[in-house]
Nanobody, 115 residues
Framework: VQLVESGGGLVQAGGSLRLSCAAS????????MAWYRQAPGKQRELVAI????????IYADSVKGRFTISRDNLKNTMYLQMNSLKPEDTAVYYC?????????WGQGTQVTVSS
């Protein structure tokens, strides 16, 4: 199983970024997937979850109304659209999937929001 994130970068506060997570090596269309983030000196935290068909999503309170998680099962890709970014959104963002009780993480993509 391989998860590869992309789309991170440096953006000014109020700006937008779209992260992608390309998945390979297994069947993902029947799995919930998630985005997590980890800021310097802090624990990794859940950002958003999407069910297997994208029909249900859950967001951390800190990103509700600003971030949107989605997926394209034909492309085995998950997305995170991030709008109205704030400096406190600065972190490494990781995609996550659990398969057969084993957790898989991508390598992460850095998002830096300047004030």
């Amino acid at each position: 199983v391989q998860l590869v994130e992309s789309g991170g970068g440096l953006v000014q506060a109020g700006g937008s970024l779209r992260l992608s997570c390309a998945a390979s090596g297994s069947t993902f269309s029947n799995k919930s997937m998630a985005w997590y983030r980890q800021a310097p000196g802090k624990q990794r935290e859940l950002v958003a979850i999407t069910t297997s068909n994208g029909g249900s999503t859950i967001y951390a309170d800190s990103v509700k109304g600003r971030f949107t998680i989605s997926r394209d099962n034909l492309k085995n890709t998950m997305y995170l659209q991030m709008n109205s970014l704030k400096p406190e959104d600065t972190a490494v963002y990781y995609c996550f999937v659990q398969i057969a009780l084993r957790a898989y993480w991508g390598q992460g993509t850095q998002v830096t929001v300047s004030s």
